[in-house]
C-alpha cells in the first residue's frame, strides 16, 4: 500500500512539474508580448504625435483659406499619415498579440484593441490608400469652394438659409433652393468613385462593403444599429406625422398656398434636417446684437470649463474662401483644441457655438496621463451627445434667463413654445437622420443603383416630403456629409440620445432636481466636475458603452430620448 502510494505521489509530482513548466513557458510568452506590445505603442507614439499635429495644422490652414495649395499639403500630410497603418509588419504584430489574448494588463489591452482596429482598416495597397485620400481633397476643395448663384448674385450659405427662412416669395424660394442643389451634379460622380474605392478597401479585407466595415471597425455591430433605427423609426414614425401636419398647415397659410403644394423649397432648410419656425416665438431675437462668442465663454465658465484658450485659437466668422460650414479640431492631442464657426447673431449660431465647444471640452479635458492612442472620445457619438446636450441650451427658457437675463414674466411667456421648439427640431432631426443613415447603407450596398430615385423615396418616407414633379437630379450629393464624413451621420442620432440620457442623470442625481426640460446647469461646477470626471477625462479608456455605464448607471437606451420628445406630445 506504501509503494503505491508513493507511486501515485512521483505520478502527481511529474503532472505538477509538467504543468509548472508549460505555465512558466506561457507566462514568459506573455510576458514577452507584453514587452513587444509596449515597444511597439513606445514607436508609435513617437512617430505619431508628430504626424498627427502636422496633419491636423494642414487641414485647419486649408478649410479657413479655402487654397488649393494649402488642400494639396493637406493630401500629402493625410498620405503620410494613412502610410503608417499601412505597415504589414506592424499589423502581424498586433494581430499575433490579440490572437493569443491578449497581455494581463488592462491599459495596455484597450490600447491593442484601438490599434489593431486602425491598423486592420488599413491593410490594403499604399496606392488605393493614396487615391482615396487625392480623392477625398478634390471633392472637399470642390465643398469648400462652391458658391450658390440665384439670378446673377453670390451668395453664402448663411445667405441662402435666410432666404429660405424669411422669404415669402415662392419663386425666389424655388430658384435658391435648386441653386444650392446645382452643386450636386459637380461632386455626384466623384462621389460614386470614391464610395466604390471605399468599398474596394472593405473587400479586400474580408467586410461586405465600406459600411459595414466603418460601423464594426469604430465597435458598432451593424445589426444592433439597424435595430435601433428601426425601433426609433416606429418610435417617432406617428409623433412626427401629426407635427408635420402642423407644419403644413402653418407653412401653407403663410405662403398662400395649398398644403399639397408645398414642395420642399418651402421647409425653411436646405434639407428639413432643422424645424421650421411655425411656433409665434421668435428665437432670432433674443440673440441679436448679442456677444455670442462672450455667451459662449461665461456660459462654459459657469460650469467651471475654461474655454479662453480655444476661442483665442478659434476663427469665428465669415471670410473668403472658408469652409462655411462649423467644426472642432484637436490638433495635437496635448491641449490645442480649435473651433471654426461662421458666426451671426441667431439662435442658429448660439445653438451651433454651444455646440462646438461641447465638442471643446470634451477633447480638452481628456486626461493626458493617459496613453496618446486613448486620448480620443470613447466613440465620435460620444462627443456629439455632449455638444448636443449643450446646444439644446440655445432654445432653453431657463438658459435663456441665466444667459440674457430675460425676466420671470418673459420667461413663463416663452417657456412652453421653448420646449415646443425643441421638441420640433428633435423630431423633426429624428427622421431626416433616418433618410441619412439608411441612403448611407443602400449606397455603400450598391454604388450603382438609381440614387436619385433612392434619395427621394426616402425622403418621402421619412421626411413625409413632396419630390418635385419630374425632378432626376442628385440632390443627395448636394449634402457634404456623405462624401467628406462618410458612414459618420447616423451617430449624430446615437449621441442625441445619449445626450437626453446624461441630461436625466445630471438633473436627476446632481441636481436633485425633476426639470428635465428646465434646467440649464448655469453656475453648477459640480456639473462640470461631473463630466469631466466620468465623461471627458477617461477618453477612449473603455468602450463607449461601459464608459456610458460607468457615467450613468445603465447603457445606452432610448427610454429618456422618448421621455423629452416623444411621451409629452
Not at 451668395?155 to 424669411?166: G, P, R
Amino acid at each position: 500500500m506504501k509503494r503505491k502510494t508513493n507511486q501515485i505521489i512521483s505520478l502527481l509530482l511529474i503532472v505538477s512539474a509538467i504543468v509548472l513548466i508549460n505555465a512558466c513557458g506561457s507566462t514568459n510568452k506573455k510576458d514577452d508580448m507584453k514587452a513587444e506590445l509596449k515597444d511597439f505603442i513606445k514607436s508609435y507614439e513617437d512617430t505619431m504625435r508628430p504626424l498627427v499635429k502636422e496633419y491636423s495644422e494642414a487641414v485647419w490652414n486649408a478649410e479657413i483659406s479655402g487654397k488649393e495649395e494649402d488642400y494639396a499639403k493637406v493630401s500629402e500630410y493625410g498620405i503620410k499619415y494613412s502610410k503608417y497603418f499601412t505597415n504589414k509588419e506592424n499589423f502581424e504584430l498586433l494581430k499575433k498579440i490579440k490572437d493569443a489574448g491578449g497581455v494581463e494588463d488592462t491599459l495596455l489591452n484597450r490600447q491593442l484593441d484601438v490599434l489593431y482596429n486602425a491598423f486592420l482598416g488599413n491593410q490594403v495597397s499604399e496606392t488605393l490608400i493614396e487615391e482615396i485620400i487625392q480623392m477625398e481633397t478634390d471633392i472637399s476643395l470642390k465643398y469648400n469652394t462652391f458658391r450658390v448663384v440665384v439670378d446673377g448674385d453670390t451668395v453664402t450659405d448663411n445667405e441662402v438659409e435666410d432666404i429660405l427662412v424669411n422669404s415669402t416669395d415662392n419663386a425666389k424660394l424655388e430658384k435658391t433652393w435648386k441653386a444650392h442643389k446645382s452643386i450636386g451634379p459637380l461632386v455626384a460622380d466623384d462621389i460614386i468613385a470614391i464610395v466604390k474605392k471605399r468599398n474596394e478597401v472593405a473587400q479586400e479585407l474580408g467586410f461586405n462593403n465600406y459600411h459595414e466595415m466603418s460601423l464594426q471597425l469604430s465597435e458598432q455591430d451593424p445589426a444592433e444599429i439597424e435595430e435601433l433605427f428601426d425601433e426609433l423609426d416606429e418610435l417617432t414614425r406617428d409623433a412626427f406625422a401629426v407635427l408635420k401636419d402642423d407644419i403644413d398647415e402653418f407653412l401653407a397659410s403663410r405662403l398662400g398656398i395649398a398644403k399639397e403644394e408645398l414642395m420642399p423649397w418651402h421647409y425653411q432648410n436646405r434639407f428639413f434636417q432643422e424645424a421650421p419656425k411655425i411656433y409665434t416665438l421668435d428665437l432670432d431675437k433674443y440673440y441679436e446684437g448679442k456677444d455670442l462668442v462672450q455667451l459662449t465663454t461665461d456660459y462654459y465658465a459657469s460650469l467651471g470649463l475654461d474655454i479662453t484658450d480655444m476661442v483665442e485659437n478659434s476663427d469665428l466668422f465669415e471670410k473668403p474662401g472658408k469652409n462655411q460650414h462649423a467644426f472642432c479640431i484637436d490638433i495635437d492631442n496635448e491641449g490645442d483644441v480649435r473651433i471654426l464657426c461662421n458666426v451671426k447673431d441667431n439662435y442658429k449660431w448660439m445653438n451651433t457655438m454651444l455646440h462646438e465647444y461641447g465638442h471643446g471640452v470634451y477633447d480638452k479635458y481628456i486626461s493626458r496621463e493617459l496613453p496618446f492612442s486613448l486620448r480620443d472620445p470613447a466613440h465620435t457619438f460620444t462627443t456629439e451627445a455632449i455638444a448636443m446636450m449643450f446646444g439644446r441650451m440655445a432654445s432653453n427658457a431657463q438658459w435663456m434667463q441665466d444667459m440674457l437675463g430675460i425676466s420671470d414674466e418673459e420667461k413663463a411667456k416663452i417657456q412652453e413654445d421653448a420646449y415646443k421648439y425643441t421638441r420640433l427640431e428633435q423630431l423633426v432631426f429624428s427622421r431626416w437622420s433616418q433618410v441619412m443613415y439608411r441612403f448611407e447603407k443602400a449606397l455603400y450596398e450598391d454604388p450603382d443603383q438609381d440614387l436619385n430615385k433612392l434619395w427621394w423615396n426616402l425622403v418621402e418616407k421619412y421626411q413625409l416630403m413632396k419630390k418635385p414633379e419630374g425632378r432626376n437630379e442628385p440632390d443627395w450629393a448636394s449634402k457634404i456629409h456623405i462624401a467628406t464624413s462618410p458612414c459618420y451621420y447616423h451617430n449624430y442620432h446615437l449621441g442625441e440620445l445619449l445626450a437626453s440620457q446624461l441630461n436625466h442623470y445630471i438633473v436627476t442625481e446632481i441636481m436633485k432636481s425633476d426639470q428635465i426640460n428646465m434646467s440649464s446647469y448655469y453656475g453648477n461646477e459640480e456639473v462640470g466636475q461631473y463630466l469631466i470626471d466620468k465623461v471627458f477625462a477617461v477618453g477612449n479608456r473603455y468602450t463607449w458603452n461601459t464608459m456610458i455605464e460607468k457615467a450613468t448607471g445603465e447603457k445606452l437606451t432610448a427610454k429618456y430620448y422618448a421621455e423629452q420628445f416623444v411621451e409629452g406630445l
